[in-house]
């Protein structure tokens, strides 16, 4: 039984019930963070303040949203792209955030490929990121068929299609996805229920398991060093500010992060106000068609380099058709990142550019997953689609084949060395 | 410096994944075709001077009063738009502003052939007259005639013409605007009783299934076009619908440069009504998050003092 | 011992109890994402064929898919017997108009004689068969039955059994 004596002030009151001054430490004061480290690092603090946007904007957009085939697309483009009070600025942030929070999702993914931050104790960290990642994906595909315009349309017809190639069950999953034959107003407000309820309270769930699965291993750094965070921690307390090699969370770490925040912020509103059109495809400003589909239908940036994976396999092979070979490699390419912490084979944490052909590995992933993307949107015809096809190949071989073998050499190396 | 070259590197790819699936793969899924000039050089100019006097004779007897009004002029229309649908598959334009809003050399080719002038031979022949007869003239020299006519259209139109009257005359009787309530009949005046909202929909039910007859589809709203095709676009198609989308129901409608600018001037405040708004409180959010920055990294340098 | 295994009998039935009604609630989750009788119920569309000229293209709508019909007698259009629906004296293809790649609606080009699909550049022929990139297999053939010159779509007739059959 705790002791309750009179307090002299609120925050005593409060403190003597909720802890205040021990959480503060736990969260903030003495939660301690490498000091070896760059902007990258930045990522996780941009992100959950895009997160923030996105759930802010999202919360005004649905005031006047309507769920409703019939009212949904001029709900989106009059009555709140023109009528109600800055409801042009709500969705101009939501959409411009909603594609540049995959941008700093990968950065923030491949930032922990190249130091390989997914291993020796920190594989939740990644597998929960790599949750967030999907989950965030299905947040992305659901919202983007809210305003019922043409892509929004076509997107969902192609999308749940993919379903059907699922053995035995695939044309009735189709059907019992959609709620309908077809992409209709039953599939409609599933999917607003989705995006606006089921995925978002999922997010915030597995946001919490991401930062607490930080608390164990900690933070990385720059060269992979192991610290003694007590150890260090202790220095920092005892004054020794310069030596320590640790930094705590408020306010040393954060206000490195506000300032990249702040230079992160102008860029995002850059694009807001000057340069949407990337995120808010002008083809989805004509209403949804199931009548006419447009000349070219392609997913936003950040899926193009799995849709590319899914296409990239346009012929037969032996008694497998293209469409079941790409639907095979698509699924492998959504789940292969999940699998990173096994298929780095060496126990070696440090950054790729100390790690040899782990360096050149990461390099080639990189070029060869922007050409997926690139590809992914050009018309498949001529040498397109054998470039796709070669990307994808290549993207399948490095992951399945390239990345044990490297690190398996470089296990045996470290294994000598040591 | 360090943080520099990492800084340069997230930009570098970042910078060539969006040039990639932005500009690039743009330009290699839309056909390049040739910026409108607005010259409409297929058409030969007739030559002759007209004489606005004549030409109002010459409107008088040739019979056009039969299908088109002349507001300005008093000559009203000879039947609604929903009748005036039923028989020519669209409502013929007020020629009150003609003059001012299309080219006079596409004028007199309209005036001579329309079908032709339009662009529309390969959806109109013998079997299948295009509504608008063609003009052979009231017994003098033809293109003298046609002359006249298009210098009396230019002598009553007005010397400005409104971007939103640009639309209603040039795109309006195929096109409804919806989020500046205009529909092909005409604005939907505020209703009182259902039945009266009931027959404005009948009419308008009416009218576009005529026109869809006369095109074989029936036109889009152009509420949000100025967002999904964009100015450039807009601007190039109204000049020759054919170059850019071929096979399409829209004729060739002539207007001239500066209407056709009206006209997207319109568009744009229909569609993107809210772009001044964007535009004066852009630099106002930049310069928060710039001394927002600034501070930051005051602030930043100050808490790191003693920790390096 | 025996009071322990008791407890432990007694945690099972609690526990079985518990996923018996979790397994229910599943269940009534699953219904309610499933399609509403009235979708399943609706969707018969009659089409009246005798008013189309040789080479005729048409699209009518069943189910909120387009479905393609192309007369094809008196016309050097490519005709195929394991394909075409036989309507009176009019050959007919008749086909779901949606690319069996991704479901994008296929366009018919009259001069080239084929569906090509704008998506993921697929190609089918006059007959519905798949004859160049991803689909897997020809346009998918909706079920119908043939009353006199009419074309019921949604019932399987015999003619629908034969065709399907034989493909």
Redesign the interface.
């Known amino acids: 039984m705790a002791q309750f004596e009179k307090a002299n002030s609120v925050y005593e009151w409060l403190d003597q019930r909720l802890a205040l001054t021990k959480l503060t430490k736990v969260l903030m004061t003495e939660y301690w963070i490498p000091k070896n480290i760059n902007f990258l690092w930045a990522m996780g603090v941009v992100l959950m303040t895009m997160f923030k946007i996105l759930l802010i904007s999202g919360i005004f957009l649905l005031m006047y949203y309507k769920p409703d085939t019939k009212l949904a697309f001029d709900s989106v483009n009059y009555t709140i792209m023109q009528e109600v009070w800055f409801g042009w600025l709500w969705r101009h942030m939501h959409g411009v955030a909603a594609s540049v929070v995959f941008l700093v999702i990968y950065i923030h993914m491949f930032t922990g490929i190249y130091y390989g931050s997914y291993k020796r104790g920190r594989e939740m960290i990644w597998l929960s990121g790599m949750l967030l990642f999907v989950t965030f994906s299905a947040e992305a595909f659901s919202g983007y068929m809210l305003p019922w315009g043409q892509m929004s349309y076509w997107a969902a017809q192609v999308i749940t299609n993919l379903f059907g190639g699922i053995p035995f069950i695939g044309d009735e999953l189709v059907i019992w996805i959609r709620g309908n034959f077809y992409v209709a107003d039953a599939t409609l407000t599933r999917f607003f229920m989705l995006h606006v309820l089921l995925l978002p309270l999922v997010i915030m769930g597995i946001i919490g398991l991401h930062f607490y699965s930080l608390r164990i291993p900690h933070v990385n750094n720059q060269e992979g060093e192991e610290i003694d965070f007590d150890a260090e921690a202790e220095k920092f307390k005892a004054g020794r500010k310069a030596e320590a090699k640790v930094i705590p969370f408020w306010p040393v770490f954060i206000s490195k992060d506000l300032f990249v925040l702040g230079v992160f912020m102008i860029f995002y509103f850059y694009l807001v106000f000057y340069h949407y059109n990337f995120a808010m495809d002008p083809i989805n400003f004509d209403p949804a068609n199931p009548m006419k589909t447009p000349p070219h239908i392609y997913p936003e940036w950040y899926f193009l380099w799995s849709y590319e994976v899914l296409r990239g396999f346009f012929f037969d092979v032996g008694p497998l058709s293209a469409m079941d070979i790409g639907l095979m490699a698509f699924g492998i390419a959504n789940v292969i990142f999940f699998l990173m912490p096994w298929l780095d084979r060496s126990p070696v944490v440090a950054p790729a550019h100390k790690r040899g052909p782990f360096f050149i590995w990461f390099w080639v992933l990189l070029v060869d997953m922007i050409v997926l993307t690139i590809w992914g949107k050009l018309p498949p015809t001529g040498i397109n689609a054998w470039i796709g096809f070669f990307a994808s190949i290549t993207f399948l071989g490095l992951l399945l084949v390239a990345l044990p073998m490297i690190t398996k050499q470089e296990a045996k190396r470290a294994g000598g060395a040591a | 410096m360090?943080?520099l070259k990492?800084?340069g590197v997230?930009i570098l790819?970042?910078l060539?994944?969006?040039w990639?699936?932005?500009p690039?793969?743009h330009s290699?899924?839309h056909a390049h075709h040739e910026p409108a000039t607005f010259k409409y050089e297929d058409i030969t100019p007739l030559g002759k001077k007209g004489n606005p006097q004549r030409g109002a004779e010459i409107f008088a007897n040739a019979g056009c009063t039969g299908c088109h009004s002349v507001k300005s002029q008093n000559l009203p229309a000879p039947m609604d738009p929903v009748a005036a649908s039923a028989s020519y598959g669209v409502n013929p334009p007020d020629l009150s502003d003609a003059g001012a809003l299309y080219d006079p050399k596409y004028l007199a080719a309209v005036i001579k052939n329309p079908a032709h002038a339009m662009k529309l031979d390969h959806k109109f022949n013998e079997n299948r007259p295009f509504p608008m007869p063609n003009f052979y003239g009231v017994g003098g020299d033809l293109d003298q005639e046609v002359a006249d006519i298009v210098a009396y259209l230019q002598s009553i139109a007005p010397k400005e013409v409104e971007p939103k009257e640009a639309f209603v005359n040039a795109c309006g009787r195929c096109h409804d605007m919806k989020?500046d309530n205009w529909y092909v009949i005409g604005p939907k005046p505020k209703m009182d009783t259902e039945l009266e909202e009931a027959q404005f929909n009948l009419k308008h039910a009416e009218y576009q299934e005529n026109l869809k007859k006369y095109l074989g589809t029936n036109p889009?709203?152009l509420?949000?076009?100025i967002?999904?095709?964009?100015h450039e676009y807009i601007r190039d198609f109204i000049e020759d619908p054919q170059k850019i989308l071929h096979g399409t129901a829209m004729p060739r409608v002539g207007l001239t440069e500066e209407a056709t600018e009206k006209v997207v001037t319109y568009m744009e405040n229909v569609?993107d009504?809210?772009k001044e708004?964007?535009?004066s409180?852009?630099p106002l959010?930049?310069l928060y998050?710039?001394i927002?920055?600034?501070?930051?990294?005051a602030?930043?340098q100050k808490?790191?003092r003693?920790?390096? | 011992m025996a009071d322990q295994k008791r407890r432990d009998f007694i945690g099972m039935v609690f526990g079985g109890f518990a996923a018996a009604g979790g397994a229910a609630a599943l269940y009534a989750m699953k219904r309610t994402w499933d399609p509403l009788p009235s979708v399943m119920a609706a969707g018969f569309t009659t089409v009246d064929l005798s008013p189309m000229k040789p080479g005729e293209f048409r699209t009518v709508t069943w189910r909120g898919k387009p479905i393609f019909i192309l007369k094809k007698d008196h016309t050097d259009l490519k005709k195929c017997d394991d394909a075409d629906v036989k309507v009176g004296e009019g050959d007919y293809l008749v086909r779901i108009g949606l690319c069996t790649h991704l479901g994008c609606i296929p366009a018919w080009e009259p001069g080239k004689q084929i569906f090509k699909c704008a998506c993921h550049g697929g190609e089918f022929d006059a007959c519905g068969a798949n004859t160049f990139g991803p689909p897997p297999r020809p346009l998918d053939i909706p079920p119908f039955k043939i009353e006199g010159t009419k074309l019921v779509l949604g019932e399987e007739g015999p003619e629908y059994k034969k065709l399907v059959g034989k493909a």
């Open positions: 360090r943080e990492i800084l997230v790819f970042t060539i994944t969006y990639g699936v932005e690039f793969a290699q899924m989020y889009p709203d509420s949000m076009y967002r999904s095709r964009g569609g009504r809210k708004k964007r535009e409180l852009g959010v930049l998050f710039i927002f920055a600034l501070l930051a990294y602030w930043k808490v790191w003693d920790v390096h």
